[in-house]
């Protein structure tokens, strides 16, 4: 064989593997950084469900709390 082509196909192989290798490496910081917003993702959930969670108990304690003022005023009104 001529070296031109040995040469060629050692060039060819060469980048071959290098363009695989950037490939993978490409996918596991993509599949991390997936993971990552995942995780963000589901701490935000949670948060807006405990945020929903609170509002019905303030708006009960409102409710509560008129109940009260009017039963206060009541007496009062005795």
Do not use: C, P, Q
């Amino acid at each position: 064989m001529d070296s031109a082509v040995i040469s060629a196909l050692i060039a060819l192989g060469g980048s071959l593997i290098g363009t695989f290798a950037g490939i993978l490496t490409s996918g596991k910081l993509t599949e991390y950084r997936i993971k990552e917003l995942e995780k963000r993702v589901e701490k935000h959930n949670h948060l807006v469900e405990r945020m929903y969670g609170l509002e019905d108990r303030v708006n009960l304690h409102e409710e509560k709390l008129k109940v009260i003022n009017h039963r206060i005023d009541d007496w009062d009104e005795k």
